[in-house]
């Protein structure tokens, strides 16, 4: 059985995913307005993957699938975590950076007051 990347655990894949961009391409100011970028090339994707679900193009007619956009929304969240990561300096501290958005963000979405601050959070299941 091979292991899959939320039984490894998100945030050792944006890490990793982290590390290999570093690696390829340094952390210059230029690289993170590159990274920044490639989230909006990805929401890109998600538009046309979604226009193509519906056969909105003539020419094209139905190209794509549900599939096709939920990975679509799945490469726009990582390429966000990675480019969190980058602003934030590391993957930890992106962590908490979500981690602490997602508390400020829950009191919106809470049906109870005291599941407010642990309704949303980034924190890996207790092994």
């Known amino acids: 059985m091979t292991t899959t990347a939320t039984e490894h655990g998100l945030w050792q894949h944006i890490t990793a995913a982290l590390a290999w961009v570093d690696a390829a391409n340094g952390r210059s100011d ?40 939920a990975d679509e929304l799945c490469d726009v969240a990582l390429t966000a975590l990675v480019a969190l990561a980058t602003i934030t300096g590391d993957a930890d501290t992106a962590r908490a950076a979500l981690d602490a958005h997602l508390a400020k963000q829950a009191p919106r979405f809470a049906t109870q007051p005291d599941t407010q601050l642990t309704l949303f959070t980034t924190a890996e299941p207790a092994a």
């Open 30 to 69: 230029h690289e993170t307005t590159l990274r920044l970028l490639k989230l909006v090339e990805e929401a890109g994707e998600v538009a046309a993957a979604y226009i193509g679900t519906v056969g909105q193009n003539p020419r094209k007619g139905v190209t794509h699938t549900r599939d096709d956009v």
